[in-house]
């Protein structure tokens, strides 16, 4: 699959890829096709070994002109958040340096100037997004002493603020128009990129479907106003 997406992509374009969620959760949810893992504990939560042998092969082999940051995504995972970050610490170690790395977590608890100090540490990106029950993306900036953690910067925009992902379907299909923008979203992703570029760092901005409506119009959006501001 990645020798076909290589095929067809431009020689300078990266794409960021999200990680097997086998080494991001610690239970498997309790759902029938999970079959018999539903509701059992995942003993290859956070198990760099895996990644080493079962994820990264494949990029070194035929994906590595094209690969960008990879996607860490914690859901609110129940493990305090000491205890989470001593583990996140613990695997971001083993990682080899010659690829890039980012952490997504969907618990705000956890956004810390530890949680920064550990991501800036290992030169991983903390992932700025815009998601239903994590605040805003200035302020998830802010809870980070407004530091950026590497020489790059991921943002995902997913849903608007305070709006379930299935009710987010809902409002967004067919998926051809704009059917709420959100001011906000827009402002202070603009902000947080001109900053990163100000910075020399490089910002990669992934855009959902499910946050206004329609992804290639938001983007389109966005890069508009990043012109506007000189960004671009």
């Known amino acids: 699959m990645l020798q076909d997406y290589a095929a067809q992509l431009p020689t300078d374009f990266e794409m960021c890829s999200k990680v097997w969620e086998q080494i991001t959760i610690p239970q498997y949810p309790n759902l029938p096709e999970y079959g018999v893992k539903a509701g059992q504990t995942n003993p290859d939560f956070l198990n760099a070994e895996l990644f080493l042998n079962e994820v990264l092969p494949p990029y070194q082999r035929s994906f590595k002109g094209h690969t960008g940051p990879f996607i860490f995504e914690f859901q609110r995972t129940g493990i305090e958040p000491v205890e989470f970050l001593k583990r996140l610490d613990g695997f971001l170690g083993k990682l080899p ?12 608890l956890v956004l810390s100037s530890d949680y ?46 305070r709006v379930k992902y299935a009710q987010a379907v809902r409002i967004a299909e067919p998926y051809n128009k704009i059917v709420a923008e959100l001011p906000t979203m827009r402002k202070d992703t603009v902000a947080l990129v001109k900053q990163a570029v100000e910075e020399k760092r490089r910002a990669y901005v992934l855009v959902n479907n499910r946050s206004e409506g329609s992804a290639p119009l938001t983007v389109q959006a966005l890069v508009d106003q990043l012109s506007t501001s000189g960004c671009l």
């Open 116 to 161: 920064r100090s550990i991501l800036q540490h290992h030169g991983v990106s903390h992932v700025y997004n815009h998601w239903t029950y994590m605040p805003g993306l200035v302020e998830q900036h802010k809870r980070l002493d407004e530091v950026f953690t590497a020489p790059f910067v991921v943002f995902r925009l997913l849903t608007p603020l």
């Open 97 to 108: 340096k010659d690829f890039r790395y980012s952490v997504e977590i969907r618990n705000a």
